[in-house]
T-cell receptor, first 116, second 115 residues
Framework: NAGVMQNPRHLVRRRGQEARLRCSPM?????VYWYRQLPEEGLKFMVY????????ESGMPKERFSAEFPKEGPSILRIQQVVRGDSAAYFC??????????????FGDGTRLSIL | DQQVKQNSPSLSVQEGRISILNCDYT??????FLWYKKYPAEGPTFLIS?????DKNEDGRFTVFLNKSAKHLSLHIVPSQPGDSAVYFC??????????????FGPGTRLSVLP
């Protein structure tokens, strides 16, 4: 019974390159959430997606960041033209129902993005 | 503007004793609260939740208390074990989507249980 799967676990990019982070939710979960954690800080909400739809992207930076959750395949968080400040741990979570229901979200082990 | 605060960055407790982790929030529209535990290089693991209609929820060694008037919740772990050493995050969510629909996390408290 696989949990939330994120890959890669570690990703190194040079400034200006693109970073693609992938997340496969738990089986039976159709709601996906992306969070970012900077060192010594808590998790900051970025975006909430359901299959083929972005429900809430209020936490996403306005430029360079995008997310999708296609009908088939994992959710992708894409960061274009990365800068040093993008270095962080990016966590994906999923839930069987949306945020209107009081349910916990289940997290993957994250992708640690390092920008050289 | 930190809506969820965990004012103790770290806490050390002797094995077998009680660990009390505190969390304060400022948004009176929050009505569902979670605690997560996180080990290094892993994702947060859900521990226990509480909704605003209750003031206490218990699951084994873990009990969460909610004081709505004080906008304060706490996680009690008793007895504490060395394996409980981790970072603990408090998270809160409004009950009405008009006030937001996503979880807001605190900065975490690092618990060390000493053998």
């Amino acid at each position: 019974n696989a949990g939330v799967m994120q890959n890669p676990r570690h990703l190194v990019r040079r400034r200006g390159q693109e970073a693609r982070l992938r997340c496969s939710p738990m089986k039976g979960h159709s709601h996906v959430y992306w969070y970012r954690q900077l060192p010594e800080e808590g998790l900051k909400f970025m975006v909430y997606l359901q299959k083929e739809n972005i429900i809430d992207e209020s936490g996403m930076p306005k430029e360079r960041f995008s997310a999708e959750f296609p009908k088939e395949g994992p959710s992708i968080l894409r960061i274009q033209q990365v800068v040093r400040g993008d270095s962080a741990a990016y966590f994906c979570a999923s839930s069987p129902q949306g945020t209107a229901s009081n349910q916990p979200q289940h997290f993957g082990d994250g992708t640690r993005l390092s920008i050289l | 503007d930190q809506q969820v605060k965990q004012n103790s960055p770290s806490l050390s407790v002797q094995e077998g004793r009680i660990s009390i982790l505190n969390c304060d929030y400022t948004n009176s529209m929050f009505d569902y609260f979670l605690w997560y535990k996180k080990y290094p290089a892993e994702g947060p693991t859900f521990l226990i939740s509480i909704s605003s209609i209750k003031d206490k929820n218990e699951d084994g060694r873990f009990t969460v208390f909610l004081n709505k008037s004080a906008k304060h919740l706490s996680l009690h772990i008793v007895p504490s074990q060395p394996g409980d050493s981790a970072v603990y995050f408090c998270a809160a969510k409004p009950g009405n989507e008009n006030y937001g629909q996503n979880f807001v996390f605190g900065p975490g408290t690092r618990l060390s249980v000493l053998p």
